[in-house]
């Protein structure tokens, strides 16, 4: 058998395409040992490789690009290819493929988001045969276009000049049937005296009837004189749509603040099952949720913080629905539990503390009176087999939690690093302590059982699941607790001075270490995403910035000011030195504390700081005392307790925020690791006292120095910092990927996310051209999320109220109003700002379930601010947003709802196509 394979690709000086395959002469898909064929450019961007076969074989293969330049492969998009001999040995076959960008925005359709819920196609049809001929001279052609963007009951078909193909008779056009959908398969028998072929892909209707054609000129299918194959085959074409792209609208809410007419107090997973409904009647195809992992840790309503887990398994007990698992035998306590849960649902917000000490009674109770039936039942025996890898170190580590009354794992003794013999001995099912282990896969079991129902019954209404996935892990986590060598866990996680913290942030999570993490390409991230993918089709990687580099703060410090990026290039002692720097190590990285701005840090405490936290060297010149010379010491030693009066309060707050300006008041950070010979310059290094004090010339040379660190420097290091790990997440799962990429973007962030095809985040009030106040939707791209607001931003109406300034520029630049702008957002300012979202380029428009309702000024909460639900800059921050209305009465709004829909249809967000 020959066959001659045939693909278009545009390379670049230093770039060959290469095939890799299932069978040995192509390597049997082991390309990192060098085992690959080199196809030939035989025309300007046409490839081409001749493979004979001694027997007829069926096997798998797929392209791939060379880059010599970089030494890195390039892969194409989805599944590997198949070639099915059929038997054919003594067959001459030419292959024509497509090459299969992972950028091209026609694959994300191709994602489980479409192909489990939005797209899924039930109907299935068999693929038209070539008739036999008694004419010599004919080529049987294999049709295999991809389409998924299909309707129940219509298909594809082919039209062309070929009799076989309909003689451009849309009447008789050749119609596909797909066994094997999205392709769309089927042959014909076409005359050698017809070539070349020319054709076109037409959609038809249930009753036949041709419903529109491709806009694309005409296909062309020919083959060099002489070369006359047996069989053709068309892979991979794609249909080109002559209406706009796909696009949905999607409606973002934790789960936590769900509200049921008959729930406990906090949103739980079967919930999702009524929003789902809701979603369907008013034409909304995502619902977008905050991460749902267990963030059980001192079982207080601190531990309300979804992006702080315990585990990045694990789900939250808090979301389980307790009628779900079943009754109480004891009529009384399940009166009094019913009793509690009705108050607790009758609250406008959420009390966390006594949700959780609510469940974890029932929890206790309902498994010791069914813990026998449990442990034998098949279902939660064939879950318990699934996830025993992460099961059982979680619930041990809980169990650990309690006893020790701390997650912090190294308070633990001889329990605080965990071996196999260890959880093995905690796990003991012949144990007596065993019930106080077993209880937690119980939880989980339902936990497991109740989402994955709510995944299943979204897929089958054609509405997306889409779940987050933090950056960062809890130090003090299981994950920590059994894998330290995969964090930096001297360091910590956090952001850079923004919009939200003028100090940066300081998340407190430990940093990963990329290096050990890619000994097994990233296993602990594929498993992860692979167990997401159970219950959601698409996800948000929360600060996909990480992957590229993080905002790294040192253990000693406290806020997010004085980190720095890692991995990042720093500067060393004597580049500065070329540059024009005197470097006095004391001037430029010790704090620069001076007499004459005492009093603007500390008023009327200043000579109480002076007299007990700094020691001065030189008249009017101070250095801090060894004892308060880090933020954590100062934090440390300065602890605002929560029942101390407003007066001591604001003393201590005052005086602890007061020495941490101290500490920050230096230029340089010095880099780890590197023997103080290395640098990197602070951010926000311009508000410092240290820098203002500075002559001209040194300010500009450091001046120069930090736009070239933050903005020029580590472009390239970090593009390829993030093709290393995102194209493996990417691979992982089939899941529609999609990246929070706010604030402080590196220049290679939207060329790599478009070139792996994953969506950009686009809020209009922070938009990523650092030159104007606010983005417009009409400029977004296609492969992204349009949003006004998250759930660390306020809402529409609650942006407005903050500042009238900013909202009347806004009212008159960009919502294009005359006039002096309303004070309150009223309806029909917010129903503008929704508007232009939907209107946008952007597959999807997404928005806070607050936003839509505050559309409607009689169903809206009276109070903007009672409808955010997180502020970044606080971190401590209470969680407990509630929505005011039920889902059940918001189904009933049928005014509302059918109202909203006729936007969504308006936009054309509805439509397949």
């Known amino acids: 058998m020959l066959i001659n394979f045939q693909v278009e690709y545009k390379t670049f000086p230093g770039q060959n395409l290469i095939m890799v395959g299932s069978i040995k002469e192509l390597g049997y898909n082991e390309p990192s040992k060098g085992k690959y064929l080199i196809l030939k450019e035989v025309n300007s961007g046409i490839w081409e490789l001749k493979l004979e076969l001694k027997a007829a074989a069926d096997f798998s293969y797929r392209y791939m690009v060379k880059d010599d330049n970089f030494n890195t492969v390039i892969d194409e998009w989805g599944p590997d290819r198949l070639f099915r001999s059929e038997g054919r040995k003594d067959m001459k076959v ?43 001279d004919t080529v049987i052609i294999r049709f295999r276009p991809n389409v998924i963007r299909v309707k129940s009951g219509h298909r594809i078909a082919i039209c062309g000049n070929a009799k076989s193909l309909g003689a451009w008779n849309e009447k008789k056009a050749l119609v596909l049937g797909n066994p094997d959908h999205p392709y769309w398969v089927g042959e014909a028998r076409v005359s050698v005296s017809d070539f070349p072929i020319h054709y076109k892909y037409l959609v038809k209707d249930e009753n036949g009837k041709t419903a529109f054609w491709e806009k694309a000129n005409d296909r062309t299918i020919a083959f060099a004189k002489g070369k006359t194959p047996d069989v053709i085959e068309i892979g991979d074409d794609k249909f080109d749509f002559p209406q706009y792209p796909w696009k949905g609208v999607g409606v973002a809410i934790p789960v936590f603040s769900l509200r049921r007419n008959d729930g406990f107090g906090v949103g739980e997973f079967t919930d999702l099952k009524l ?95 069914k813990k026998k039936v449990f442990q034998k039942d098949p279902e939660f025996l064939e879950f318990f087999k699934e996830n025993e890898h992460w099961l059982k170190p979680y619930a041990a580590f809980s169990y650990l939690r309690d006893l020790f009354n701390t997650p912090d794992f190294s308070r633990w003794g001889e329990y605080s690093s965990p071996s196999e013999d260890l959880l093995d001995l905690l796990t003991n099912d012949k144990a007596s302590h065993y019930d ?65 913290s003028n100090k940066g942030q300081n998340w407190r999570f430990p940093t990963y270490n990329w290096d050990e993490m890619a000994k097994d390409n990233y296993a602990w991230w594929q498993q992860r995403l692979r167990q997401l993918s159970h219950y959601f089709d698409a996800f948000r990687i929360d600060h996909i910035l990480g992957f590229f580099r993080i905002w790294e703060i040192p253990s000693s410090q406290v806020e ?15 580049e500065l030195q070329n ?82 300006s101290l500490v920050s008041e230096v230029i340089f950070l010095e880099a780890p690791g590197m023997n103080g010979e290395a640098y990197f310059p602070r951010n926000t290094v311009h508000f410092t006292r240290s820098f203002q004090e500075l002559d001209e010339h040194t300010k500009q040379i450091i001046n120069e120095v930090y736009m070239d660190y933050f903005y020029r ?25 999609c990246g929070e990429d706010l604030g402080m973007v590196p220049a290679c962030v939207p060329a790599v996310m478009n070139e792996l095809g994953i969506l950009s985040l686009e809020v209009q009030r922070m938009p990523k051209n650092p030159k104007i106040t606010f983005g417009h939707p009409a400029d977004y791209p296609y492969l992204s999320v349009a949003t006004p607001s998250s759930h660390d931003t306020s809402t529409i109406r609650g942006w407005w109220e903050e500042n009238s300034w900013v909202s009347q520029k806004f009212y008159n630049e960009i919502l294009g109003n005359w006039g002096q702008s309303p004070f309150f957002c009223e309806p029909e300012i917010v129903q503008q700002i929704i508007n232009q979202h939907l209107y946008s380029p952007s597959m999807w428009a997404i928005f806070p379930i607050q936003d839509l309702l505050g559309m409607d000024g009689s169903i809206r909460l009276p109070d903007a601010n009672a409808e955010r639900i997180n502020q970044p800059g606080n971190p401590n921050h209470y969680w407990r947003y509630r929505m005011h209305l039920s889902i059940e009465e918001l189904s009933e709004l049928t005014g509302f709802n059918e109202w909203i829909r006729g936007l969504f249809q308006a936009a054309g967000r509805l439509d397949i196509y």
């Open 275 to 369: 929003l789902v409904d809701w979603s369907v009647k008013v034409g909304i195809r995502l619902i977008q949720l905050l991460p749902i992992n267990d963030t059980v840790a001192k079982h207080t309503w601190q531990d309300s913080y979804p992006y702080a887990a315990i585990s990045v398994y694990a789900m939250h007990p808090i979301y389980i629905n307790l009628l779900e698992i079943g009754e109480l035998s004891s009529e009384i306590n399940q009166q009094i539990i019913e009793a509690q849960g009705k108050y607790l649902n009758s609250l406008s917000k959420i009390d966390y503390e006594a949700v959780m000490a609510l469940k974890s009674r029932f929890f206790k109770l309902i498994y010791d009176q």
């Open 94 to 136: 030419l292959v024509v493929d497509k090459w299969r960008a992972i950028s091209d925005p026609d694959f994300t359709l191709h994602s489980s988001a479409f192909t489990n819920a939005i797209l899924k196609l039930e109907d299935r049809y068999p693929a038209p045969i070539a008739k036999a001929s008694k004419e010599e």
């Open 713 to 737: 420097r580590n472009e390239e290091f970090w593009r390829s910092k993030a093709m290393t790990k995102l194209p493996v997440l990417k691979k992982a799962t089939n899941m529609l990927l």
């Open 436 to 500: 106080d282990i077993a209880v937690h896969y119980f939880i989980q079991f339902h936990a497991h059982r109740q989402l994955l129902g709510a995944a299943n019954y979204a897929r089958s209404k054609g509405v997306v699941l889409k779940g987050d996935i933090p950056i960062g892990i809890y130090r003090n986590s299981v994950d920590a607790w059994l894998h330290p060598h995969l964090y930096n866990m001297n360091c910590q996680a956090g952001a850079p001075p923004d919009d939200f």
């Open 560 to 574: 997010g000011l004085m980190g720095y990026f890692n991995p990042s290039l720093p500067y060393y002692r004597d």
């Open 579 to 660: 540059k024009g720097i005197w470097f006095d190590h004391k001037r430029l990285c010790q704090p620069y504390i001076r007499e004459h701005f005492l009093y603007e840090r500390f008023g009327d405490l200043t000579e109480f700081a002076k007299h007990n936290y700094l020691t001065e060297f030189y008249p009017g010149c101070y250095d801090l005392r060894p004892e308060f010379d880090t933020q954590r010491k100062i934090e440390e030693q300065i602890v605002v307790e929560p029942d101390a009066s407003p007066d001591t309060r604001n003393r201590l707050e005052r005086l602890r925020d007061g020495l941490y």
